[in-house]
């Protein structure tokens, strides 16, 4: 089959990885991709938001299916444009893709489907927010109901600062802060049937200990040995089966990837949010482990058949993700900068590019690269994630130095 993947991060770096490792695919062709992806795959020009570009590049390669990495061609409706012209699409309509595009729009779906969330108000004025946040009471967290590229969600104790970022925003969702620890799972649906993938953790914090502002993700691990058992079947039961219903009904039904978002609290798993596509960068954890094709899953995805793919096989052991971002990170992203050290396997590309006057691999954005391990444990595969990193000179980078630490050392406990 021939595969067109949409993106240029670390999630499309892993998802390229996965599709060229798939004996199905006889050509893979990433648009625009990024020097990572370009050892795995032709690499093509194109305007990702843009549908018709798109499709065209779609219907030129003569794709057998179009996997789209980033949320903003799915809320810019490319997928259609793709399906209409009759190639199959890994991905969402870019009416099912409001469940991330419109935190209003979400929080509409999960109020009706009964799906166990906090709660929230939607606000266009200071003085809806200020109810708001006096309401619910600190910690404060407000979301930005737009794309905001993982960094529109403030969580705060300073009302201050929660007014002062609701008023950069058109919209805000200000609501409830869930108390636990967090859990991503992700979820592969053709709108009918629905495979749910290992559950991971993110750290969206950017500093150790969870300090600092939010970023896009500073690492993932997976799976997860606090959780309990039944954990992926009372959500799927609870949450996703429901959600799919839901937007069924409204006649805009989700195929692609679904992203559950959750806070494990006193209460059981609430959704925190929902994603439209793999998160970044828990995907580089999740894929690394997962054993089953992935072109052929993703395509039973596109084409309406995953009642009939088999059980996903898994790798044993586990899988550690440690992102290593620029100078200014995330305040004000420092690019240009020479990178050495990152051509080695494990090493996922996310914010790279090739300089013209010579080649040399150099920073192109925040998130820059990831160490990605697996081991037959966490402290073995978080071992060999830090070594990656370790190895990469990059001036002025940063990255957090506890990730999966706390799981390690048995320190999560979700509240009882």
């Not at 390229?16 to 990572?36: C, H, I, R, T």
């Not at 691999?361 to 071992?383: F, K, N």
Request: proline fraction near 7%; aromatic fraction near 4%.
């Amino acid at each position: 089959m021939r595969v067109l993947l949409i993106g240029s991060g670390g999630r499309e770096h892993a998802l390229a990885l996965g599709l060229a490792a798939d004996p199905s695919v006889e050509q893979l062709v990433a648009a625009p991709g990024n020097p990572g992806i370009a050892s795995v795959a032709e690499l093509r020009a194109v305007d990702a938001v843009d549908p018709a570009a798109v499709a065209g590049l779609a219907v030129e390669i003569g794709a057998d299916l179009v996997v789209i990495g980033p949320e903003a061609p799915l809320v810019a409706g490319v997928a259609d444009a793709v399906r209409a012209k009759g190639i199959a699409v890994f991905g969402p309509s870019g009416a099912a893709a409001q469940i991330e595009g419109s935190k209003a729009f979400a929080k509409e779906i999960m109020t009706v489907a009964g799906v166990p969330t906090a709660r929230a108000y939607s606000c266009t004025d200071p003085a809806e927010v200020a109810r708001a946040l006096d309401e619910f009471g600190p910690p404060y967290v407000v979301k930005d109901d737009g794309l905001a590229a993982g960094k529109g969600v403030v969580v705060t104790e300073d009302r201050a600062h929660a007014l002062a970022h609701a008023a950069q925003c058109e919209r805000v969702v200000v609501e409830e802060y869930l108390a636990g620890p967090e859990v991503s799972l992700f979820v592969v649906t053709d709108g009918e049937t629905a495979l749910p993938l290992l559950p991971a953790q993110d750290f969206k914090r950017v500093g150790d200990g969870d300090t600092g502002p939010n970023t896009g993700g500073m690492g993932a691990y997976a799976p997860l040995p606090w959780t309990s058992p039944d954990l992926v079947d009372d959500v799927m039961a609870r949450v996703v089966e429901p959600t799919l219903t839901e937007m069924r009904r409204r006649g805009t039904p989700f195929a692609g990837l679904l992203y559950v978002g959750l806070a494990i609290t006193s209460g059981g798993p609430k959704v925190i949010e929902f994603n439209a596509r793999f998160g970044d960068p828990e995907t580089q954890v999740v894929l690394a482990l997962l054993e089953t094709p992935l072109a052929g899953l993703l395509h039973a995805a596109a084409t309406g058949t995953l009642a009939a793919h088999p059980p996903l096989d898994w790798r044993p052991g586990a899988g550690v993700a440690v992102v290593l971002a620029s100078a200014g990170y995330p305040e004000a992203a420092r690019t240009g900068d020479v990178i050495t050290g990152a051509d080695r396997p494990g090493i996922i590309h996310a914010g790279t590019a090739r300089r013209d006057s010579d080649g040399a691999l150099i920073s192109a954005g925040g998130r820059v690269l990831a160490g990605t391990a697996v081991g037959p444990d966490l402290e073995v595969a978080r071992d060999a994630a830090y070594a990656l990193i370790e190895g990469i000179e990059l001036a002025g980078s940063h990255h957090r130095r506890d990730i999966a630490l706390a799981a390690i050392e048995g320190r999560i406990r979700p509240p009882r």
